[in-house]
């Protein structure tokens, strides 16, 4: 099979992904665009909106269907370009995806003799490409993933992930920029992770789903994520305790089976927008998004001064849950230091610099689960932020005038921090390269507008 990817030299701007022969998909905004963001601000979010599937708990899900040959329906996967990407690489893998009327997503790895590889052409515009790692090994005996590129937030080795699959019983070996496994079956082990890694947990917990005897998974990270993919490969027939601690139980099966499985809310984009209504003097409430998973954010901004209501998943009329922030007269300055999970979340740290700038007073923010992670800070600068770092630490001096320029960033979230920052500055920002936004945020011009804010995107 020949897969065609174009280089980024010609531009995958308006690449339409190859669909796979039973594929029907929906036309989706996830070319790489040169697309801008025009916010014209300042302006007030007010309104409410439903949150997207997440994107990081829908991207393991997709990587477990390669462990059954047996259909496996996802519901509220978003719509955003990482999710595109690990489905053109699921493709390549010979997984066929179909589109269902109720906008679910069939996927089915009938073939086992596909490919086993994952390109670099694909992997390097998206690092959870290696999360096809674990189920490959696990169900075919054999991966040959190249090693990951991603968001530019530092080195982020996947040490981890290797040590853990070489637990298992593969043997692995590193050359010309891939890694290829190998593996006849995985046996159960004890394994523990020396730092807690998000990827590394899921990848494991998958290649762990088909081995013989039992795993136990020490210092496992704790996302909200990982408890989704465990409820999926259970619901496949998989047998799992203790996901969601630092301690995961894993039984080994022979097979895995059919499932339906709906992707939970992405909490770092309900974050984004709670934050914006912060910062903006908005209301905005966030349907279908559980507090519970957002909890040290919720109590960041209650401590600052803003109003929040919220109803835990399954509680009165939300049966996802509901979050609704308020913004108080004024912001109180809040230190804030990231961790892995419960701690305050890595993936909110620029969002709440953006909102720092607008709080009275003097904050710090610590940065501790990636280093440079502060590409943000030079944009924020030239708005008008007043923002001071060293090495893992910003000092932020509130409450600063903020203006527009035209900015761009090189990561994700980093991205969002200054559509927010867009939103309180007078004038017209401009937020190029918005691809970088693509990859996680379902049309965000979209839910701005909904939610009162003057923002088009400009190709
Ligand atoms: C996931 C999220 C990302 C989030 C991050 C931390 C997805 C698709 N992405 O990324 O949005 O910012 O969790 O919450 O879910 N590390 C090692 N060795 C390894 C693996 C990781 O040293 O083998 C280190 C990393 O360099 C980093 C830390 O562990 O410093 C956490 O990384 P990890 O949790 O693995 O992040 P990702 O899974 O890549």
Redesign the pocket.
Known sequence: MMLVIPSPEVGLDRYTPRRTARSRGRTLPYELSMDKLHIHGPCRLDGTIRASGAK?AA?PCLAATLLTDEPVALSRVPPVRDLATMRRLLAHLGVESEDRHDGATVFRAASPGSLDEAPYELVKTM??SCLVLGPLTARRGHARVSLPGGCAI????????LAGLEALGATVRLEHGYVETRAKRLRGTRFRFS?P????TENLLMAAVLATGTTVLENC?R?P?IVDLARLLSAMGARISGAGSSTIEIEGVDRLGAAEHPVIADRIEAGTYLIGAAMTQGDVTVDGSDPADLAPLLEALVEIGAQVDSLPRGAGDAPDGRIRVRAGERLGARDMTTA?HPGF???LQAQYQALMTQAEGISHVRET??ENRFQHVPELVRMGARIRTRGSVARIRGKARLSDATVMATDLRASACLVLAGLVAEGTTIVDRIYHLDRGYERMELKLQALGARVERVG
Do not use: C, S
């Open positions: 990081n991207l690092r959870a530092g080195v982020r080795p996947i040490d981890q992930h730092v890694t998000v990827g590394g990270a996302e994520e892995p979340p890595t993936d689960v990636f």
